[in-house]
């Protein structure tokens, strides 16, 4: 059967935060946590802010990769606005430098989090889930793509290299509060002609 990708809906919330959770190292969920109220862990935020309808996280932005039914992986992505948003007040200091970058490339359609299930790795859904995003930006009429990965996520990095994306820039990452240690984030970029 061959691999499709379809729009998420409200039920692929707990596919799309295990997506963030995958795509983050799970950085994401333990600030959720820290987020949570008592009754509520880091995973109930998630689902929460996921199922919502709109936020940057919410299922309306979120894409399913699947074959034959089965779930192999998901993305969130969405158009960064055209005019620059200075990080507000809410943005952890971990994401300030992430929210920096992500304002050198107004306009653009931008992957926020995606993965593949570890199962299916290795096996085409990263690809399809890239080509799923680039058909959605030129949908939108957007001057390219962009994402931000870790660098040291060097095989990360390979591959977004091999479908066309380029370096923009860097920040400092300091995920010591995470137990990964210090890195930088990398902006890297897919300009259309």
């Not at 707990?14 to 190292?25: C, E, N």
């Not at 939108?140 to 990095?157: F, Y």
């Amino acid at each position: 059967m061959p691999l499709t990708i379809r729009k998420a809906t409200p039920d692929d919330a707990p596919l799309l935060v295990r997506v963030i959770d995958m795509a983050s190292g799970g950085v994401v969920p333990t600030l959720w946590a820290e987020m949570a109220s008592p009754d509520m862990d880091g995973f109930g935020v998630g689902l929460t802010l996921v199922a919502a309808e709109d936020g940057d996280f919410s299922y309306r932005n979120g894409f399913i990769a699947e074959r034959n039914g089965t779930e192999l992986g998901g993305l969130i992505g969405y158009v960064l606005p055209t005019t620059p948003q200075p990080a507000g007040p809410d943005v952890p200091e971990v994401f300030v430098g992430i929210e920096e970058l992500a304002q050198l490339v107004p306009g653009h359609w931008y992957i926020n989090f995606m993965a593949a299930v570890p199962e299916e790795r290795r096996q085409g859904v990263g690809a399809a889930l890239l080509n799923e995003a680039e058909e959605q930006a030129r949908d939108r009429s957007c001057p390219g793509l962009a994402l931000i990965v870790t660098a040291s996520n060097e095989k990360a990095i390979s591959v977004y290299r091999r479908a066309g994306y380029t370096e923009r820039a860097r920040r400092p990452f300091d995920l010591s509060d995470f137990g990964t240690g210090p890195t930088e984030a990398v902006l890297m970029v897919k300009e259309f002609d």
